[in-house]
């Protein structure tokens, strides 16, 4: 099966947050000891879905990680949104095991990358599934249930 076509949000101009959800772009992710990892810089969608599949977030400059480093993705269902604050919260990591964690470059997203992250976040990746994306890491509404509008 082939891998589905992932894009930036911003590169789709037909497409946007769906109401209800918050724009998390520029809110603070922070691993599980609380300390901020870095920021929501983008969100990688995939179009034919109309889904939100990871979150592309740019770490704080204190890992001293080169421009090309400075990047990493996160399944949008390993991280879970704050309440109230505008923080994303990503259980599985923390200020030490980022550094571990596989970095990205705006190059195409293959499987083995995918399943690279999904190591990292200690997460079992079922990759003879052909519905890749149907993993509990990839269920957007875990991530978006806690601050939906009623």
Known sequence: METPVLRRLRDLTDFEV????????GWTVRGSDGQALGTVFELIVEPEAMKVRYLDVELDSRF??????????LPIGAAALD?????????????????NYPHYVE??????????????LGKESTTANPRFYEQDS???????NRRRAS
């Open 107 to 120: 190059v195409q997203i293959t499987r083995e990358y995918e399943e690279a992250m999904l190591r990292a």
């Open 138 to 144: 990839f269920d957007a509404d875990s991530f978006y």
């Open 83 to 99: 309440e109230d604050g505008d923080n994303v919260f990503v259980p599985a990591l923390n200020a030490e095991s980022v550094l």
């Open 64 to 73: 001293n990680l080169n421009d090309h480093e400075n990047h990493i993705l």
């Open 18 to 25: 769906a109401d209800g959800n918050p724009d998390v772009r």
